[in-house]
């Protein structure tokens, strides 16, 4: 099996991350950074079309907006790499939502600017206390070979599948680094039939510093994913704030619970005028998604949400209440959120949310491409405030 | 095919505008928009865009906007028409702030161009930025740049 990171904090690692509280009402400027964030500055160098980048200052919600092809799922890949921090598997599991299955990616070539391995991607972010955390990844060729002690069915034999080895080194905010090998192997049965692929990651990889849930619009959350953190939320009877949320789309809903009639569990939601619940997915696509975002701000409690076009699925009319419940869900579960938008509907839908709270917590970022190099512009309160009432195109 | 509406308020949202021109003129309002487009188009002048960005307490945040908006890079010349109001010395001094705030290069005197190219892009070969007052003598001039 492929191993899996389980998203918790590290308890012990709790203390040098203190999460500072940083309430009030100010709106912060440009030059200000919020060091109780996990991801304030970032720079990514060598990834995918990324062949250097830097972004920032982020706020605790964040929207990035830019052309087709200039950067923007590979940016939010990027953090993903640094939430696992030394998860090789992470590699594969981006390469699976782009449609790449795990026989392209065992070169691990297409994670690399320009496809060229050689020099390495180097992830660095400077987040609580303003210290640097930074994940390096490179490749070192290897022998193909056959490995025995991989074998777990009879018939099969475990080959290095393209004899590259992939690494992950990560450097703490103390300095302290560790690293991991990740080899991937290739299942033959009968001498010639590829049946499977599997990832071997050594050392084991243990906890994260900070949770992290990636939304995505081709791999939506499955239906497990979704049921946990309802029923996380339950438990600790903060489930509201999710019932709120929905209502914005199905005013009609009275109350959610979780049922498993067919021995698939869902969740089911109920409906006023109709006599039975209905499952969750029958009640469109739209609050399926905002339930999906909810639920992952919450349990990826002081971690971070990456969202791919945040948008999808959702009518017009709901995106500045949309906005709401996200800002509320973020203060409440003290979570980061960096999605990406094609729509200034979208863009002017969370400037108009954030400028009616208390605190503008909220940054849009615009990516650009200038002479074959990828580069992010940052617009603060005032700054959006003006390209929007001019108006001006925010979206590159 | 349908605008875009304010999600809030469910008006129609006004299409962003694009910076089309290397030379920029920025005016208050829509009012000066329309006579300077069209006394530029009676001129047979077509290589400057006209630009309202609304009154003159706005300008500080709405350069800083336009600073940082996708298509600045292809901007070489900026001016800047503001009403003079009864104090043409602070009306410079406010758009020198402004343009100062905004990273721009500041001019010494009303209708006298910096030397700098505002993009220091060396593909650009016109190298000015004039910054003047609404004064009914010098429209023309200001127009011709």
Same mark, same amino acid.
């Given at each position: 099996?492929?191993?899996?990171?389980?998203?918790?904090?590290?308890?012990?690692?709790?203390?040098?991350?203190?999460?500072?509280?940083?309430?009030?009402?100010?709106?912060? %400027?440009?030059?200000?950074?919020?060091?109780?964030?996990?991801?304030?500055? $970032?720079?990514?160098?060598? @990834?995918?079309?990324?062949?250097?980048?830097?972004?920032?200052?982020?706020?605790?919600?964040?929207?990035?907006?830019?052309?087709?092809?200039?950067?923007?799922?590979?940016?939010?890949?990027?953090?993903?790499?640094h939430i696992g921090e030394i998860n090789p598997e992470l590699a594969w599991r981006i390469d699976?939502?782009?449609?790449?299955?795990?026989?392209?990616?065992?070169?691990?070539?297409?994670?690399?600017?320009?496809?060229?391995?050689?020099?390495?991607?180097?992830?660095?972010?400077?987040?609580?206390?303003?210290?640097?955390? %930074?994940?390096?990844?490179?490749?070192?060729?290897?022998?193909?070979?056959?490995?025995?002690?991989?074998?777990?069915?009879?018939?099969?034999?475990? @080959?290095?599948?393209?004899?590259?080895?992939?690494q992950f080194e990560y450097t703490d905010e103390n300095g302290e680094t560790r690293k991991t090998?990740?080899?991937?192997?290739?299942?033959?049965?009968?001498?010639?039939?590829?049946?499977?692929?599997?990832?071997?990651?050594?050392?084991?990889?243990?906890?994260?510093?900070?949770?992290?849930?990636?939304?995505?619009?081709?791999?939506?959350?499955?239906?497990?994913?979704?049921?946990?953190?309802?029923?996380?939320?339950?438990?600790?009877?903060?489930?509201?704030?999710?019932?709120?949320?929905?209502?914005?789309? +199905?005013?009609?809903?009275?109350?959610? +619970?979780?049922?498993?009639?067919?021995?698939?569990?869902?969740?089911?939601?109920?409906?006023?005028?109709?006599?039975?619940?209905?499952?969750?997915?029958?009640?469109?696509?739209?609050?399926?998604?905002?339930?999906?975002?909810?639920?992952?701000?919450?349990?990826?409690?002081?971690?971070?949400?990456?969202?791919?076009?945040?948008?999808?699925?959702?009518?017009? %009319?709901?995106?500045?209440?949309?906005?709401?419940?996200?800002?509320?869900?973020?203060?409440?579960?003290?979570?980061?959120?960096?999605?990406?938008?094609? %729509?200034?509907?979208?863009?002017?839908?969370?400037?108009?949310?954030?400028?009616?709270?208390?605190?503008?917590?909220?940054?849009?970022?615009?990516?650009?491409?200038?002479?074959?190099?990828?580069?992010?512009?940052?617009?603060?309160?005032?700054? $959006?405030?003006?390209? $929007?009432?001019?108006?001006?195109?925010?979206?590159? | 095919?349908?605008?875009?509406?304010?999600?809030?308020?469910?008006?129609?949202?006004?299409?962003?505008?694009?910076?089309?021109?290397?030379?920029?003129?920025?005016?208050? &309002?829509?009012?000066?928009?329309?006579?300077?487009?069209?006394?530029?188009?009676?001129?047979?002048?077509?290589?400057?865009?006209?630009?309202?960005? &609304? &009154?003159?307490?706005?300008?500080?945040?709405?350069? !800083?906007?336009?600073?940082?908006?996708?298509?600045?890079? !292809?901007?070489?010349?900026?001016?800047?028409?503001?009403?003079?109001?009864?104090?043409?010395? &602070?009306?410079?001094?406010?758009?020198?702030?402004?343009?100062?705030?905004?990273?721009?290069?500041?001019?010494?005197?009303?209708?006298?161009?910096?030397?700098?190219?505002?993009?220091?892009?060396?593909?650009?070969?016109?190298?000015h930025t004039v910054t003047t007052e609404d004064n009914a003598n010098n429209l023309l001039k200001?127009?011709?740049?």
């Amino acid at each position: 099996m492929v191993k899996r990171v389980d998203y918790q904090r590290k308890t012990k690692k709790d203390k040098q991350g203190i999460i500072k509280e940083d309430k009030g009402g100010y709106k912060r %400027s440009m030059g200000q950074v919020d060091t109780s964030l996990p991801y304030n500055m $970032l720079e990514v160098e060598n @990834f995918r079309c990324i062949k250097s980048l830097t972004i920032g200052p982020l706020e605790q919600v964040n929207l990035i907006t830019g052309i087709n092809n200039v950067g923007k799922t590979a940016l939010l890949e990027a953090i993903f790499l640094h939430i696992g921090e030394i998860n090789p598997e992470l590699a594969w599991r981006i390469d699976r939502w782009r449609g790449l299955g795990p026989d392209y990616s065992s070169s691990w070539r297409q994670l690399f600017w320009q496809f060229d391995p050689k020099t390495p991607i180097r992830i660095t972010a400077t987040g609580v206390k303003d210290k640097k955390r %930074s994940l390096t990844i490179s490749t070192t060729p290897a022998d193909a070979t056959i490995i025995k002690n991989a074998i777990q069915r009879e018939k099969e034999t475990a @080959f290095k599948s393209s004899g590259v080895l992939i690494q992950f080194e990560y450097t703490d905010e103390n300095g302290e680094t560790r690293k991991t090998i990740g080899t991937p192997l290739m299942f033959i049965e009968d001498e010639d039939n590829v049946v499977r692929f599997e990832l071997r990651i050594e050392p084991p990889i243990g906890l994260t510093r900070f949770a992290g849930v990636f939304l995505n619009p081709r791999g939506k959350t499955t239906y497990d994913e979704d049921v946990q953190r309802f029923s996380q939320m339950r438990i600790k009877q903060q489930d509201r704030l999710l019932i709120d949320a929905m209502r914005l789309i +199905e005013p009609r809903l009275e109350g959610l +619970e979780i049922l498993s009639p067919q021995g698939i569990t869902l969740i089911f939601g109920h409906l006023r005028d109709y006599n039975e619940p209905i499952p969750l997915p029958l009640l469109g696509d739209g609050i399926r998604r905002l339930a999906s975002l909810i639920l992952a701000i919450s349990a990826a409690q002081r971690g971070i949400v990456l969202v791919d076009e945040i948008e999808n699925g959702l009518h017009h %009319s709901v995106m500045t209440s949309m906005w709401n419940m996200i800002a509320e869900a973020a203060t409440q579960f003290n979570t980061q959120v960096i999605a990406t938008t094609h %729509s200034q509907e979208c863009v002017v839908a969370a400037h108009d949310a954030f400028s009616k709270r208390k605190e503008y917590s909220f940054r849009l970022h615009r990516l650009d491409r200038q002479n074959g190099e990828i580069t992010a512009a940052t617009y603060d309160q005032e700054t $959006l405030e003006a390209a $929007l009432s001019i108006p001006l195109e925010v979206r590159g | 095919m349908m605008g875009l509406v304010c999600p809030n308020c469910g008006t129609k949202i006004e299409k962003p505008l694009r910076i089309k021109e290397e030379r920029l003129l920025i005016v208050e &309002g829509r009012d000066e928009e329309e006579f300077f487009s069209a006394l530029l188009e009676k001129l047979k002048i077509n290589e400057i865009q006209v630009l309202g960005i &609304g &009154g003159k307490s706005l300008l500080k945040d709405r350069l !800083k906007a336009l600073k940082i908006d996708s298509q600045w890079k !292809k901007v070489s010349s900026l001016g800047i028409m503001r009403d003079a109001d009864q104090n043409p010395e &602070g009306a410079f001094q406010s758009v020198c702030s402004a343009l100062k705030n905004a990273g721009l290069p500041v001019p010494k005197k009303v209708m006298e161009p910096t030397n700098r190219n505002i993009n220091l892009n060396p593909s650009l070969t016109s190298q000015h930025t004039v910054t003047t007052e609404d004064n009914a003598n010098n429209l023309l001039k200001t127009g011709l740049f």
